[in-house]
């Protein structure tokens, strides 16, 4: 196997750091060999085909093409020499219980309303519950105008405040004040928080103890349109846990803005005049004057499906510890017509997954670093970022000596990029480190271009990322080193056009993956140099996960 030292490669990517810039122990121990400095590891594109090709099924969590993925993963792991996270059964397998919910009731919308008495399931609202239950009812439940749903002391916003919302059902905003007013010193102005994600508004209207929530839906500010939400199968998996979710809300849905408008209309307002008044820094929420039924019935599955994680132990900080992470599944065979295809995932994650086992084999031939390096390729993230989740639940280690992580999904197969595009650019510390080595690369740090829509929260990463562990999320960008711009853009919009979660995201041998393979490098530094130093990078001053980073200090300094 041919490699690029890190020495090497960085002069012959265009290093411009001083001469006098001391090398690490990393750099010196490294052969350097000058080959082509687009090729990090020339083993990825046989990765990237094997996972992607019909054989694997399209990678389902609980199928057939799980169980060759699995095999083919941890042979190489165990080729490698990387340790293996179940010691016990001398494998790489983190089993994810998984339960699938298959709704088979869903009644209309009842209100106890005049003017109107009825929203009808799908196309004026979509409703399920997050309990394992095979029946749930609410009756008779008070509607809450609750404004944007977030509390968020950072930011001195409390939508919450002074309301009791036992027994009722809370409305609110999709996205957050920031987007609205594109005013930058309001949360994050057009670029989406956490607060802005309908999981955060589930996740806040149970704290607060409701008994539902109804997020209205707006295709700009969600940055999808209506039939995204109500267009599809309404089968849903969530995590298997022992509570059966009864932690959650009973009932979770969305309603559209002309339904809202005809709710609002009771109070003499419109949708447009309530999301002005939610705006305000003195909003008192509002009873809508009507209260709701609705009752869903559910069947029940449950499932395993394996996070796959080997480790390079630190030779003198073993709990200290550098993420690398990727989802290894995707969406399978069509269930309702088989013969329309195999969703091979090509890009959508072949092409992470392996980049993460590139990194592996990589730093496997290196020598010993002083902290530890975990290689988790997780399961179900088409199914709502499920493995991860049950990963940051789980840690192999405790997530508070979590150095930092770097996720990839959806890597650049288009050829050499000059950007280099973080997705939730302005989080955190981790971009300084980025920057560095992406001037090593005559390249250049670009913010991800439509930060509204929330990718951020949208990926494996962000369930470490809402525990305190700084992430990078980062991939080679649409400015093309020979074609410009517009062919990059071009291939983007050509790729979420025709392939995107369709039969056609398909490995094709003309790539050019000569971009990828850069990217590879950068990820390799940043993570060396992590897994060599004392660093503990952190979250921007500011940022909604500072302070769960800076609460665990004090764990590490036990």
Known sequence: ?????????????????????????????????????????ENYRGYLKTLSSDEFLGRAPASEGEDKTVAFVESKFREWGLQPYNTDENNYRQQVPLVKMLPTQVTDMQLDNDDVSSLAYRTEMMAWTPRVQEEVEITDSELVFAGFGIVAPEYGWNDYEGLDVAGKTVVVLVNDPGYYTKDPELFKGNAMTYYGRWTYKFEEAARQGAEGIIVIHDTGPAGYGWGVIAGGSPLRFDLARDNKNLDRVAI????????????????????????????SSNFVPVSLETALSIKVNTKFEYLDSPNLIGYIEGKTNTEEHVIYMAHWDHLGVNPI???????????????????????????????????????ALVAAEERGLLGSGWYANNPMLPLSHAVAGINMDVLNVYGPMKDMVVVGHGNSELEEYLAKYVERQNRYVAPEPNPEVGSFYRSDHFNLAKRGVPMLYAKGGIDHVEFGKEYGEEKRAEYLREAYHKPADEYNPD????????????????????????????????????????????????
């Open 252 to 279: 979770e849905g969305w309603m559209t803005k002309e339904s809202a408008d005809k709710l609002f209309a009771r109070l003499n307002s419109s949708y447009e005049e309530m999301q002005v008044a939610a705006l």
């Open 1 to 41: 196997m041919k490699y690029l030292s890190v020495l090497a490669a960085s002069l012959l990517l265009g290093a411009c750091g001083p001469a006098s810039e001391p090398e690490s122990d990393a750099s010196r121990a490294a052969p350097e060999v000058a080959v082509d400095p687009y090729s990090f590891n």
């Open 337 to 375: 017509d088989p013969d329309d295809g195999i969703f091979n995932g090509a890009q959508d994650n072949a092409t992470g997954t392996a980049g993460v086992m590139a990194l592996a084999e990589f730093f496997a031939s290196q020598p010993q670093p002083e902290r530890t390096i975990v290689f």
């Open 511 to 558: 790539w050019d993956l000569r971009g990828v393979q850069s990217d590879l490098w950068l990820y390799y530094w940043i993570g060396n140099e992590l897994a060599n130093s004392e660093d503990w990078p952190n979250w921007y001053e500011g940022n909604e996960f500072r302070a769960i980073r800076d609460a665990t200090a004090t764990a590490r300094q036990d």
